[in-house]
C-alpha cells in the first residue's frame, strides 16, 4: 500500500492543505466522513467489487488493513497523509487516538452488492479470480 504526504501550508493563523481532485485516479461519486469513534474501535471490514477508495486522514491516527487474498499489508495513516485502496482488497481502518476523523473518496455511487462483507466469501472469490486468470489462454502462439 503506497502512503503519500498532502502538502500542507502553515500560518499563525491557519493550516491549509489543499487537495486536486485531479490528482486522483478516478472522478469521486460519493465521500464519507468517519469521526466520534472511539480509540481501537474498527471500521470497514469488507472489500469492493468495483469500487476504488482513497483514504484521507484528516485528523489523528488511523491504522489500515488490507489483503490483497495472497498476503496482509498493514500502514498507518496519520494527519496529511493518504493512501488508495483498489478493488478486490479486504480492508479495515482502526481509530487509534479516538479523537480521528477519516475521508474517503469513492470512485461509484452506494450499491450494496459491491461489498464482499464476509472475508471467508473474499478468499473464496480471490481463489476464484486467480484460477480464472490462469486459464486465460496464451496467445503468443496464435
Not at 501550508?9 to 487537495?19: A, H, I, R
Request: with cysteine; hydrophobic share 30%.
Amino acid at each position: 500500500m503506497k502512503i503519500k504526504k498532502l502538502e500542507s501550508f502553515k500560518s499563525s493563523d491557519v493550516n491549509l492543505t489543499p487537495f486536486d481532485l485531479s490528482e486522483l485516479p478516478f472522478t469521486p461519486q460519493r465521500l464519507l466522513v468517519i469521526k466520534n469513534s472511539n480509540k481501537g474501535i474498527g471500521y470497514e471490514e469488507s472489500a469492493h467489487l468495483e469500487n476504488r477508495q482513497y483514504l484521507i486522514c484528516l485528523k489523528g491516527i488511523i491504522k489500515i488493513i488490507t489483503h490483497d487474498g495472497k498476503k496482509y499489508d498493514k500502514s498507518i495513516l496519520t494527519e496529511g497523509y493518504s493512501t488508495l485502496i483498489e478493488p478486490y482488497h479486504w480492508n479495515y481502518h482502526e481509530s487509534m487516538t479516538g479523537d480521528d476523523v477519516l475521508l474517503i473518496a469513492c470512485s461509484n455511487p452506494f450499491d450494496r452488492e459491491d461489498y464482499i462483507s464476509d472475508f471467508s466469501e473474499f478468499v473464496y472469490k480471490m481463489k476464484e479470480l486467480n484460477r480464472e486468470k490462469k486459464k486465460v489462454p496464451n496467445d503468443k502462439h496464435r
